[in-house]
């Protein structure tokens, strides 16, 4: 007989990660491809990237996940400062205070994550040729689950 | 939609610009490639990290890059091809040194002996490191009786604090083969509440 189990990145942090990021940005596209493909002029590509134990105990356990968030952004016209530049950094601006707000994040009450936080920015991600065309920029997203 | 501080913009990208601009006059600050003049400043946001969390808040690390670009001209020497930015880079080093903690401000002024203080042009005025003083409009301010001044009320806007240039990188090559360049790496911590 299988064993009953929680999918814990999928209900803990995907699902309500996602869930958060539309009630603040409504119907942004959120994308979870591992190669990247057009998906429009604005658009988030979330690729899950740690999963590791914190702390270990008989009864349970804390882990901490990662997920990348690579927001892409096209404008069209010549370069602006505040087309191709303050528009994005303002946004990401947004979406740390969003996970500032949430860091301990608990929707209707259920428990999802605790000291959530987008630990790092990177303004100058490496990018693959098909990519040159956006601005983007690369979201670390950090959070604890108890288990 | 929730309130947000724009921070890298505002406390960290706009101030540095004011920091720089006020400084080197000649040069315009760009943000990308597209200028053809002899000089000019590059900012490009890099990356910004999570130095430590508070209750309600947090501390970051920004880091941008400037890079300074002059025009090749004639044959390379020491003199035409690498002093003025090395001049250039230890001006910057000094104004940032000078400039630490970063401090804007428009309120009202007080004259040590309770007068106000009246700007020329009816602008405000933005204090960028006491007791450093200008208007709105890039002008000096100037007491007509030599007299103090102290501010009222005592509150400032707090933009950023230890700031500096971590390293700077005289480039052998450039991206852009008719200019010279000389990258820095800025970089200030942010205390942000969410209060």
Known sequence: ?147 | MIDYNKTTNKSVLENLTFLIAQEFRQNPIRYDDNFNGNTYFKLTPIEDEIIDIRTNGAIREYTIEIQYSERRSGRYTRRSGLDNRVNTVERLKEILRRATASIELFLYYLTSDGKNFLTSDGEDILITRRPLLITSQDDFLITSDGKSFAVYPATYTYDFHNARLESVNYDLESERPNYLTATAEFKCLVEELYA
């Open chain 1, 1 to 147: 007989m299988a064993s009953t189990y929680t999918s814990v990145l999928k209900d803990n942090v995907l699902d309500p990660f996602e869930s958060l990021l539309k009630s603040e940005f409504g119907k942004i596209p959120i994308h979870y491809d591992l190669e990247f493909k057009h998906r429009g002029n604005f658009f988030i590509r979330v690729i899950p990237t740690q999963d590791l134990l914190d702390e270990f105990t008989t009864e349970d356990q804390i882990r901490t996940y990662g997920l990348l968030l690579r927001v892409y952004r096209r404008t069209p016209g010549p370069y602006s400062k505040e087309q191709s530049l303050t528009q994005l950094i303002n946004y990401i601006d947004r979406i740390k205070r969003l996970i500032g707000n949430n860091s301990n994040y608990r929707p209707d009450s259920d428990y999802a994550w605790n000291d959530g936080v987008i630990t790092r920015v990177n303004y100058q991600p490496d990018l693959e040729d098909k990519e040159q065309l956006y601005q983007v920029a690369d979201l670390l997203f950090n959070c604890n689950v108890l288990v």
